[in-house]
């Protein structure tokens, strides 16, 4: 759903890219193949819900995930939703 389908990538690539990922050995492809950064171990997930039904209701209050780690760990990534009745312009403020 993610870049393959968004017309980013030629029809070729993504065969392409669909090969290395599903079979042995790996055929060559035309992009880099080792990680771009030094981020190495155990990779995790965090969603602040753990099933969503139907729909989301906002109070006007801030949302926050909040978690401790007794580590160093990396934030590589995260998400944002919107509405479910269309494209919706919004504005937020994200501090990590």
């Known amino acids: 759903a993610g870049p393959a389908q968004s017309g980013i990538l030629t029809d070729r690539e993504v065969v392409s890219l669909f090969l290395h990922f599903t079979v042995n050995p790996k055929p060559r492809v035309e992009f880099i193949d080792r990680p771009r950064c ?3 171990g155990k990779e995790c997930s965090i969603s602040r819900f753990q099933q969503v039904e139907s729909r989301w209701g906002y109070s006007g209050t801030s949302d926050r ?6 580590k160093r760990i990396f934030v590589v990534g995260f998400g944002l939703y919107g509405s479910i009745h269309g494209p919706t312009d ?3 403020n994200i501090q990590v």
Do not use: A, E, K, S
């Open 38 to 40: 030094c981020l190495r």
């Open 65 to 70: 995930i909040r978690f401790c780690v007794n």
């Open 90 to 92: 919004y504005q937020v």
